[in-house]
């Protein structure tokens, strides 16, 4: 499966990191020239120093071919426009995106990209699931056997 | 008529300045408030510090009532997604998008948003200037 990610920060480090490891084909996309000298010590050549939402330069990533498109950059409309370009004028089949703001997954997806996913989002469902309802019987104590 | 604009640089400035002097209800936005020193100091618009790709500040500019929405940021990214919101979500009925990048201009133009691309017509003007002397 051919993935490329878009921005170099810690998610898409360690996301390009882990999918080199699972054997997917990787392609990581980094602005900052300095920080993309970096990632590739840590990864190698997989790494373009470019911008992702930029279609002169996505067309030199082989990008028709990409499986899934994931943007991962820590600024939602970069994300949203790339991933935009990605869908709609390169016909990439999977699209997904790092959301920042939670209230932002609406636009997402209501503009064709696949999946919107955001941290925060997560870490309340996650938050959530350990509230019990107010309505819910509490759960019952457990009996102690007396002598 | 009621204006929301993102962005008070030089463009965003000069076009509230001209709709409030043509008696419209103008709202701008932009993330640093020392940009509103370009609309002078008696301006008779609402100027609102804060983020014009954020939905809950969107709805405190009054996009909701807006029949007209303009961005005009430095941030061809920023200008593409504000305006795609107040399409999208909040359907106003009039929308336009600053775009300097004359491709990405010409990929969202096709997407339906209605650009504006000041690389082209800046280039264009000069163009002309130079062919008429």
């Known amino acids: 499966m051919y993935v490329i990610v878009i921005g170099g920060g810690k998610v898409g480090y360690y996301l390009a990191r882990d999918l080199l490891e699972r054997g997917d084909e990787v392609l990581l996309v980094e602005k900052d020239a300095v920080r993309a000298d970096w990632l590739t010590t840590q990864l190698g050549s997989i790494v373009m120093n470019g911008d992702g939402d930029e279609m002169s330069f996505l067309s030199t990533t082989g990008i028709e071919r990409a499986d899934f498109v994931i943007a991962a950059t820590g600024d939602d409309e970069d994300n949203l426009v790339a991933l935009q370009i990605a869908k709609k004028h390169f016909n990439v089949p999977h699209t997904i995106a790092r959301v920042n703001n939670p209230n932002n997954i609406r636009i997402f997806k209501i503009l064709g990209v696949d999946e919107a996913i955001s941290a925060t989002e997560l870490l309340l469902q996650a938050m959530e699931q350990k509230i019990p309802d107010d309505d819910e019987e509490p759960p019952e104590q457990p009996k102690i056997a007396r002598e | ?133």
């Open chain 2, 1 to 133: 008529m009621n204006v929301v604009i993102v962005g008070c640089g030089r463009v965003g400035a000069r076009l509230s300045l001209q709709f409030v002097r043509e008696g419209a209800d103008v709202t701008i936005i932009d993330q640093n408030a020392a940009a509103f020193a370009r609309l002078g100091n008696n301006f008779a618009g609402n100027a609102l510090v804060g983020n014009g790709i954020d939905e809950d500040m969107l709805r405190r500019a009054g996009i909701e009532e807006a029949d007209v929405f303009v961005a005009v940021t430095e941030g061809d990214n920023r200008n593409i997604m504000a305006c795609q919101m107040a399409q999208h979500i909040f359907n106003v009925p009039r929308v336009i998008c600053k775009i300097n990048d004359p491709v990405r201009n010409e990929v969202y133009m096709k997407l339906g948003l209605k650009t504006f691309c000041p690389t082209i017509v800046g280039a264009d003007t000069i163009h002309a200037m130079i062919e008429k002397d």
